[in-house]
């Protein structure tokens, strides 16, 4: 049986994410006739702050709001680590994932020939802002003949003209 990776977003804690990319997964297996696994590539996380800036933004909070703000904000941050918990169990039950993980193109090139082919999308797999980084997302670590693009959409009114 063919083996189909699954390039899209499948990390974040809400419900569009998940689900399109469960239905990525279903429909490729599906329709496709294949044994379909989601490509575990992690974004770098562009905004990554220390704890330390953490406090200190915490401490600023009060000084400038009060105590009533400093503890609704811990407790919405409680409130997302819940959520957190909930969309990784969702993940965890649920999505078929590739053995490795993969943080650059150059490591998804040299297990590409794991593969049949691969499908991008849905949804934003296109954005600018978002797919970072972009190459991965228009799948330039494979073959053009194994790349498979399903909904993608760019999520922007510009297009960059070096792509």
């Not at 009060?62 to 169990?89: C, D, M």
């Not at 943080?103 to 970072?132: K, N």
Request: charged fraction near 25%; aromatic fraction near 14%; charge should be positive.
């Amino acid at each position: 049986m063919k083996k189909i990776g699954l390039v899209t977003f499948h990390e974040s804690a809400n419900y569009g994410t998940c689900l399109q990319a469960l239905a990525v997964q279903t429909m490729t297996e599906q329709f496709g006739n294949a044994d379909a696994e989601i490509v575990r590539f992690e974004r770098p996380n562009v905004v990554r702050r220390s704890k330390w800036a953490k406090v200190l933004s915490l401490l600023s909070l009060f000084n400038k709001e009060g105590f009533s703000q400093l503890l609704t904000v811990i407790f919405l941050r409680w409130k997302i680590r819940l959520r957190k918990g909930a969309f990784a169990r969702f993940r965890e039950k649920f999505f078929k994932y590739s053995g490795a993980k993969y943080t650059t193109i150059e490591q998804l090139a040299a297990d590409e020939h794991l593969y049949s082919a691969f499908v991008v999308g849905s949804d934003m797999v296109w954005a600018v802002d978002r797919a970072v980084p972009l190459e991965v997302f228009f799948l330039r670590f494979t073959a053009p003949e194994k790349r498979i693009a399903y909904a993608p959409s760019i999520g922007s009114s510009t297009i960059r003209e070096d792509l």
